[in-house]
């Protein structure tokens, strides 16, 4: 058995408190999530752009992504019958309602949404037991989307997600916030402030338990954002937290269904090749250097259409398409795409298992 309890959310029982983060586009689909749930953990499903590879993707993209929700999950449950699986709905997606609705109808487990407050999750999944969590990045988002659940809809989140500045793809904090935690500071070892990040941790744990006693329930909250071994996790879990997620290391898995060319990248980045970047949706983001990076940097590329992917997205003034670059990296074109990671993609060495990752960061 492993050292730490089962995470409970509501009526599921979760073997090992770990859930794996969600990742677009295509990195975590039907065999990373399913994986993970067969493991004894909670499988995430990115929906983002989920139906890059189905044939009318260009045409209908809406159609296909929803399309494409079906059947990854479906595949999932193949792997994982009695596993907790659910899907990973980033709010700034366009037509957000809808992937929550095609997700409760399918019969997902969980919900997590982040890159932006949920604040009507609730009303979308009304009638479901589906388990939805908020992410948020600080006590002040946590009070936010608990102050506002409350007032509006007389619940809570079943759990939340706390994610921090070491987290991958689209952050929830500010250049300037990065700068102050000193996550994209390369001129010493200590990645950024921990016992300052550690006290924003212990104050959004208050906030959540003050709402969880107003409603006479426990919400479990989960730590993320650079949690990659098995003493950044003990360190975690130590604060308090119920459960950890971790998104980075499952990439180099066996499982994962990123292409392998995509996996040898982050095997081969070293600490300086992981960049801060600004997303064309205007947000701070972190990935690893290659020439597209370099390239964009100079020189915008050529948006000749657009997937209308996103709320504020804006063609006419973006630098490049997300979509597209995303997808020739989940493609395997890993010289001319988006290679989105989190901090510690550096300590990738090798190719591993699903189980071997949980046992190493629990037992």
Request: hydrophobic residues 40%; proline residues 6%.
């Amino acid at each position: 058995m492993g050292r730490y309890p089962a995470l409970t959310i509501g009526d599921l029982s979760i073997k090992y408190p770990v859930i794996q983060g969600g990742m677009g586009i295509g990195i975590s689909l039907s065999s990373l999530a399913g994986s993970v749930a067969k493991a004894g953990g909670v499988g995430l499903i990115s929906t983002a752009q989920i139906g890059f590879r189905e044939p009318d993707f260009d045409h209908n993209p809406k159609e296909a992504n929803l399309r494409a929700m079906e059947s990854e999950l479906a595949k999932a449950r193949e792997i994982a019958p009695e596993g907790v699986l659910g899907f990973n709905v980033m709010v700034a997606t366009r037509d957000y309602p809808d992937y929550i609705k095609k997700a409760v109808e399918l019969g997902a487990d969980v919900i997590v949404s982040g890159a932006g407050l949920p604040i009507n999750l609730p009303e979308y999944v009304e009638g479901s037991r589906v388990k939805i969590a908020p992410i948020v990045s600080s006590p002040k988002s946590a009070t936010v989307i608990c102050k506002m659940w409350d007032r509006k809809y007389q619940r809570m989140p079943d759990f939340v997600v706390i994610e921090g500045p070491l987290a991958g793809g689209h952050l929830g904090f500010s250049k300037e916030d990065l700068a102050l935690l000193r996550a994209d500071r390369k001129d010493t070892d200590q990645e950024y402030d921990r016992e300052a990040y550690d006290k924003e941790i212990l104050e959004t744990l208050a906030v959540v338990k003050g709402y969880g006693e107003k409603y006479h329930c426990s919400i479990p909250v989960i730590s993320a954002g650079g949690i990659f071994s098995r003493e950044d996790m003990a360190h975690h879990m130590s604060l308090g937290v119920d459960g950890v997620q971790v998104g980075t290391r499952f990439v180099t898995t066996e499982e994962c269904d990123a292409p392998d060319r995509y996996k040898e990248a982050y095997i081969q980045a070293g600490r300086e090749d992981i960049l801060i970047v600004k997303s064309p949706v205007g947000m701070p983001g972190r990935a690893i250097s290659n020439p597209f990076l370099e390239k964009v940097a100079k020189e915008p590329e050529k948006i000749s259409r657009c997937f209308r992917c996103l709320e504020h997205c804006n063609p006419s003034t973006a630098p490049y398409c997300i979509t597209m670059a995303l997808i020739r990296a989940a493609l395997g074109d890993v010289e001319n795409g988006l290679l989105f990671c989190g901090y510690n993609a550096w300590r990738c060495q090798e190719i591993e298992t699903v189980p071997e990752i949980i046992k190493d960061l629990c037992e």
